[in-house]
């Protein structure tokens, strides 16, 4: 069974750093491909970032240039460093991971960006 736990999220001001973390276990995690995604009361699920199993990148426009995605196949763990936080980052935060045609999700950090 695919499981996802992540972590790191939190209170952070505008303009600081948060990393998020999501360590996978049960699947193939070399030849997935993972995701963050973010979502806020009353609005669809929105991607925030991708990486493939073969390391190509994908960014919403809102992140572009703040946040970096990123893996390490060797721990089984996604990444999300996010700066210059701004207020309207604020958001649950879940990991995706694919593989083959199934999708898994983790349980969703919160992430609030205030003053």
């Known amino acids: 069974q695919v499981q996802l736990v992540e972590s790191g999220g939190g209170l952070v001001q505008p303009g600081g750093s948060l990393s998020l973390s999501c360590a996978a276990s049960?699947?193939?995690?070399?030849?997935?491909?993972l995701a963050w995604y973010r979502q806020t009361p009353g609005k669809q699920r929105e991607l925030v970032a991708s990486?493939?199993?073969?390391?190509?990148?994908n960014y919403a426009e809102s992140v572009w240039g703040r946040f970096t995605i990123s893996r390490d196949n060797g721990k089984n763990t996604v990444y999300l460093q996010m700066n210059s936080l701004k207020p309207e980052d604020t958001a649950v935060y879940y990991c995706?991971?694919?593989?083959?045609?199934?999708?898994?999700w983790g349980q969703g950090t919160q992430v609030t960006v205030s003053s």
């Open positions: 995706n991971l694919r593989w083959g045609d199934n999708d898994y």
């Open positions: 990486i493939a199993a073969r390391g190509s990148l």
């Open positions: 049960g699947s193939d995690f070399r030849t997935s491909g």
